[in-house]
């Protein structure tokens, strides 16, 4: 029985309050913005949300003018080496989705032009999936060790989405992976590298990827409800 036409839907506010509730210190719920309209975002701000992840340049640049730095704002979309301006650095207080050499260097000289050293977190396509972005798990290594020479960025860790799967269950393993790979670097101890963040699941599978350690999970239709 279908009761979604006579059920309210919960609000922003109530879903922020459920999804704070459940989460233990030390875990951060990002609300993962994307099509939101910036008063969505406020409203997300306004129930608790200190966190917010933008898949589109344009759509946080509207969404920051209204909400400003009320909260920290994470870039996790694809990036491409000309979307890097100065503009989209002077809004973000980290990049999630780096995933080579090529978009970190861009990301660090644009960043020495303003005088920012920016905090990124390596993307894993932990699935091994040709349509997604990411490094795969054997060559995170290199790539920290890589980013980590160049003066204006900050690698603070991992950041995966895995396949998307019908039963979130079945995501465990590629969470698995990611945190083995953080734990991995982590212990190297490598110099200006700061192995902090593990940010992985969505509204269907944050569950099982707190399990699996993470400690940043991002929610967009758990907070803002099915997007058209
Ligand atoms: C859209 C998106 C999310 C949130 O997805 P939901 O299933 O709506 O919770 C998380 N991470 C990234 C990178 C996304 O693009």
Known sequence: MDYNHVMPRSS????????LAELQDGVELMAAAKTRTPEEVLEAVQAGIKLIGEN????????????????????????????VRRSMLEIFDMIESVDSLE???????????????????????????????GVHPE????????????????????MTMGPFLADPEDSRPYFGDTRKVFEEVKSLALPHVDMRYLSMGMTDSYRV????GANIIRIGTGIFGERD
């Open 12 to 19: 922003i506010r109530e879903n922020v309050a459920r999804l």
């Open 56 to 83: 589109y340049v344009r759509e946080a640049k509207e969404a920051y003018a209204l909400v400003g730095k009320s909260a920290e704002w994470h870039f996790i979309g694809t990036l491409r080496k000309h979307s």
């Open 103 to 133: 978009i970190a260097g861009e990301i660090d000289r644009k960043c020495a032009q303003i005088g920012k050293t920016m905090p990124i977190l390596i993307e894993v396509n932990s699935g091994r999936e040709p349509q997604k972005s």
């Open 139 to 158: 060559g995170v290594e290199q790539l920290v060790r890589e980013t980590s020479g160049l003066d204006n960025i900050k690698v603070m860790g991992l």
């Open 209 to 212: 990827a707190l399990k699996e």
